[in-house]
């Protein structure tokens, strides 16, 4: 079995190393914030319910070239579709496309969505019902450049919206990144860890939940591998069971700081949620003593901020406060704003969070 799975552009090789640890397999990275892999089909709740990285794990069913839309119904058409979607099963089509093309992504849908009712009546005599809103089998067609790619959804919601945030910060770091961070700190869970600029907690968080083995557990009933009958349902629940089984009890020294006292609260909240020990505490970035083994964070990228000034002068007090006395092992540092840091870091990685253009600094 194949899949396609998706990440944040620019962690592809963190997602590459978690897939191993967690199926054996190998994930090739195949461009921008997407992977390829052959596995088996208990891979499927794995990586859904296990992994901090992805955002969507996808069935591929077809990888093939097109020139046009005709091409694409009939390369779609050849799928033999009644092995993934019941009779009484409701389906529909989520296109996009990449690149310079003659059609447009609603045009990729209606064709795509028109080979997949064409196959299933040659094949069952049945026309499939469509439902846009709530299918039971979600199909991914995406056009890049001339490279056709066709799947099937498992996953439904994208899984760096973990479900754990009763509070939620008006500029929230994404789980998937927060637990990127933690990874290229190689952090060792024995080692204490804090961030000066933890708003909702996310960093810390994310942190915990590796380092005990925490799994999506908010998410676990709302998969769509859930709803596809063709799969070993009974398997992954045994699986499952067993993954939580493993959830590790240990005490960490995780902290966070921010200047807001609003966040602090909300930050608590959501670590309660998950049900995680952690010490929030509310206290100015530029300030507080950093006498710990890592130091993980994402200060504010000024999008927010009043003026350029302002964020300037943030970043000159808190980078003066980072390498005043050096107490810490390394710093990891996310920012959309890179050269306001005059000390040059050891290594630096880009990605794109969205549309925009960040920075990872690693110091030691």
């Known amino acids: 079995m194949d899949f396609l799975l998706t990440?944040?552009?620019g962690i592809e090789y963190i997602a590459s190393k978690e897939i191993r640890e967690l199926t054996g397999a190998n994930a090739k990275v195949k461009g921008e914030g997407r992977l390829e892999m052959h596995g088996r089909p208990e891979d499927i709740?794995?990586?859904?319910?296990?992994?901090?990285?992805?955002?969507r794990v996808i069935i591929l069913l077809l990888k093939t070239i097109f020139e046009d839309l005709k091409e694409i119904y009939i390369?779609?058409?050849s799928i033999s579709f009644s092995e993934y979607i019941a009779d009484d099963q409701k389906f529909a089509v989520r296109a996009?496309?990449?690149?310079?093309?003659?059609?447009?992504?609603?045009?990729?849908?209606?064709v795509a969505g028109q080979a997949v009712i064409d196959a299933y009546k040659e094949e069952k005599g049945r026309r499939l019902k469509v439902d846009l809103d709530s299918p039971d089998v979600v199909i991914i067609v995406e056009a890049r450049g001339n490279e056709l790619l066709v799947g099937i959804d498992t996953t439904g919601e994208s899984l760096h919206r973990r479900g754990y945030r009763v509070y939620q910060h008006p500029a929230s770091l994404k789980s998937t990144i927060a637990y990127s961070l933690v990874r290229i700190a190689e952090w060792d869970t024995k080692e204490s860890l804090f961030d000066p600029f933890c708003g909702s907690g996310t960093i810390c968080i994310e942190a915990a939940r590796y380092a005990c083995k925490i799994p999506n557990l908010f998410r676990k009933n709302t998969f769509l591998f859930w709803g596809l009958r063709f799969l070993p349902h009974e398997d992954y629940k045994h699986i499952a069971s067993k993954v939580e089984e493993e959830i590790r009890k240990q005490e960490l020294s995780i902290s966070g700081c921010d200047i807001s006292p609003k966040h602090i609260e909300g930050a608590k909240k959501n670590a309660e949620r998950i049900g995680v020990d952690l010490d929030f505490f509310t206290c100015d970035a530029t300030k507080v003593k950093l006498s710990y083994d890592n130091i993980i964070t994402n200060p504010p990228f000024g999008l927010r901020?009043?003026?350029?000034r302002k964020i300037i002068r943030l970043y000159n007090k808190f980078e003066q406060n980072l390498f005043r006395d050096k107490l810490w092992k390394r710093a990891v540092v996310l920012t959309a704003r890179p050269e306001l840091f005059d000390v040059e870091p050891k290594k630096k990685f880009n990605i794109l969070y969205g549309n925009l253009s960040a920075s990872i600094l690693v110091f030691e």
Request: charged share 20%.
């Open 7 to 9: 990440t944040e552009r």
């Open 45 to 55: 709740l794995t990586l859904n319910y296990c992994s901090n990285s992805l955002h």
């Open 75 to 77: 390369s779609i058409k």
């Open 96 to 110: 996009s496309r990449t690149g310079k093309h003659s059609f447009t992504s609603v045009d990729l849908a209606r």
């Open 305 to 308: 901020i009043g003026s350029k």
